[in-house]
């Protein structure tokens, strides 16, 4: 499930979903982000702590923040800036 947050970032609710699924679904929420637009996704797939990460490092984008707490864990991601063709 995708929320709107208040600051213009947008969380992204995986929680029960099993790998390969958060990280397909994260991959396409930052797909539709503006540039400098934040993710926020929370998972409980123990298996995203590695996999996301990795999506966000192949597309660009920068992982501002990675918590793990009771089985959850919280991703905090900013959409990079796309590249201007020269």
Same mark, same amino acid.
């Given at each position: 499930?995708?929320?709107?947050? /208040? =600051?213009? @970032?947008?969380?992204? =609710?995986? %929680? /029960?979903?099993?790998?390969? $699924? !958060?990280? $397909? %679904?994260? %991959?396409? @929420?930052? %797909?539709?982000? #503006? !540039? ?7 998972? +409980? =797939?123990? $298996?995203?702590?590695? =996999? ?10 920068? $992982? #501002?923040?990675?918590?793990? #707490?009771?089985? +959850? ?6 959409? @990079? ?6």
């Amino acid at each position: 499930m995708t929320s709107a947050l /208040g =600051d213009g @970032a947008v969380e992204l =609710d995986l %929680r /029960g979903l099993k790998c390969p $699924l !958060p990280v $397909l %679904r994260t %991959r396409k @929420a930052l %797909r539709r982000l #503006e !540039p400098g637009q934040a993710l926020s996704v929370i998972c +409980t =797939d123990p $298996l995203a702590g590695l =996999d996301i990460p990795n999506l966000v490092r192949e597309e660009g984008d920068r $992982l #501002e923040a990675q918590t793990a #707490e009771s089985g +959850t864990v919280r991703f905090l991601i900013r959409r @990079a800036p796309r590249a201007v063709p020269p």
